[in-house]
């Protein structure tokens, strides 16, 4: 079994965990998120404590103990305090502005790109910078992927949009090839 997988999630106070089968719901104040998990795994909750066991013992139902355990404890952590991400929008004429549910974003087309946020994320927009929230990782960073792949960063300049950490690689020129 992993070493992640091997580890127990302790289940914070106020968060309810039902577990049917396969089927996990978390409730929390923050609201509901629901999950199906592979047969392979079992869950076992004692108290306010929540295993990963699993049912045979191949490599691959070992590989998935991990990754079921990640899964369930990023289910409790959104249902508590919620997760962020943040892009950065960089280039000269370059910004963004939200319109109720629809992200406006001016990056250098013939046109505005509008980017329909999907339910479950919020963003806050401030010129250049976009702040996604979501209780659900998952559906987060796939969105902020999304916004990304709008406009790349580019390796001469940096101009796009590209995530708050992420370090954009910079190339020479032409002038600095001679």
Known sequence: MSRIGNKPIDVPAGIEVAISGNHITVKGKNGTLERDF???????QEGTIISVKCRDNSKRTRAF???SRTLLNNMILGITTGFSKKLVIEGVGYRADKKGNVINLSVGYSHPVLFELPEGVNAKVDKTEITLDSIDKELLGQTAARIREVRK????KGKGIRYEEERIVRKAGKAAAK
Not at 38 to 44: G, L, N, S, V, W
Not at 153 to 156: C, I, V
């Open 38 to 44: 592979r047969p392979e795994i079992a869950f076992e």
């Open 65 to 67: 103990s991990g990754l």
């Open 153 to 156: 960063p580019e390796p001469y």
